[in-house]
């Protein structure tokens, strides 16, 4: 089925080795495209525990969330907020990201930070995401929330702006 976050928080933390904490909570997809579950015991073994229970989601939405994000124990001031849209498994091995959220910067007021939208497939997080095709746009946003975003200072300059960057990995 489909689970709902309403008002999620989301710390996104990149460790020393470049690797993110994502691995440590996504559930990987089996070959069914269903999420993990318990490995069966052999039947010429000892009788196993009880079998652990599995939550199988066809799909999660999120409505209103938080992304936070972190380098080693550095607090990144930079954050995305209203996050909403939905990840799910695409095919075996491969989920499907659809995200909308603002841009924003802890202790810095913004007027038009504008909307990044985030559309995506990307591999197991055993393979760090590959293959990859990502496409990303921001629009709406002006060019001194931008500037006050990336360096945490108004430098005076004025216009609006609109982005769109298109990406793509294989597996290696």
């Known amino acids: 089925g489909t689970v709902t976050l309403e008002r999620p928080s989301l710390n996104l933390v990149r460790d020393a080795a470049g690797d993110w904490n994502v691995a440590e909570w996504l559930p990987r997809i089996t070959n069914d495209s269903s999420f993990a579950k318990p490995a ?3 039947s010429n073994s000892a009788p196993a525990a ?3 229970p599995y939550v199988r989601f066809d799909r999660v939405l999120f409505n209103d969330g938080r992304i936070n994000f972190k380098r080693v ?4 001031p930079f954050a ?12 075996p091995g491969r989920w499907r990201i659809d995200l909308e959220a603002i841009p924003t910067r802890a202790a810095v007021p913004l007027q038009q930070p504008g909307t990044i939208h985030v559309a995506a497939q990307v591999g ?9 095709n990502l496409a990303l746009t921001w ?27 298109n990406a793509h990995a294989d597996a290696d």
């Open 80 to 91: 995305l907020t209203d996050v909403t849209g939905s990840v799910e498994p695409d095919t």
């Open 139 to 165: 629009q709406e946003g002006s060019i001194a929330d931008l500037l006050r975003l990336a360096r945490g200072y108004d430098f005076g300059v004025r216009g609006d702006f609109a982005l769109a960057a």
């Open 50 to 52: 009880a079998p652990q």
């Open 40 to 42: 069966s015991t052999p």
């Open 124 to 132: 197991g997080t055993s393979s760090r995401f590959r293959p990859v």
């Open 73 to 76: 124990e550095e607090k990144i």
